[in-house]
């Protein structure tokens, strides 16, 4: 009897074992396989964007990565967006700070739209769309860069983070 009960609490543990590192793979794999199962429509997304005449929501667009976020220049925006943390001097976001992992609360879907996850997949000369009081701006990547210094405000840059937990960083500068 007491064998029999010893294996059904192994048994049992194994189960909860394996559920759980089933669901922690499918927490850190969901927005890659989210990305293969259903890729941004770049041409579409852009058309959408070019064609909308709403501006009352501050927003980053990167359409070939599939990003649309809300932006603002209070750091609770880095929880489920992009944080504006400095400003040019013609009054536009000039350094956005945004996450590339975590937010366990998100679908598949809204990580890849609410984070730089899919930042590895970004190409020299991708479009990026912001919207920031009223006005639709379009930029192009110019360069990508790893590095741990945040580089000089000449352009428009976005960063977020290369690993999941490190200062090394991953800067996005555009140029329009």
Not at 135 to 145: A, C, D, G, Q, S
Not at 150 to 156: G, K, R, V
Request: aromatic residues 12%.
């Amino acid at each position: 009897m007491g064998n029999r009960f010893v294996k059904a609490i192994l048994i049992s543990l194994l189960v909860i074992l394996v559920g759980i590192g089933f669901f922690i793979i499918y927490e850190v794999c969901s927005p890659e396989i989210e990305y293969k199962i259903n890729p941004p429509k770049e041409v579409e997304i852009i058309e959408a964007i070019e064609s909308e005449e709403d501006y009352s929501i501050n927003r980053l667009m990167i359409p070939s990565i599939g990003v649309d976020m809300k932006i603002g220049q209070d750091k609770e925006y880095l929880d489920y967006g992009g944080w504006i943390q400095r400003l040019d001097s013609n009054n536009l976001p000039n350094l956005i700070a945004v996450h590339r992992f975590g937010w366990s609360t998100l679908s598949p879907e809204q990580r890849m739209k609410q984070t730089l996850y899919h930042v590895n997949k970004l190409n020299k000369g991708d479009k990026v769309f912001v919207i920031w009081n009223g006005k639709r701006y379009e930029y192009l990547v110019k360069e990508i860069i790893d590095g741990t210094n945040n580089p000089s405000d000449e352009f428009l840059t976005i960063y977020t983070c290369k690993f999941y937990s490190s200062n090394q960083r991953i800067f996005i500068r555009l140029s329009d």
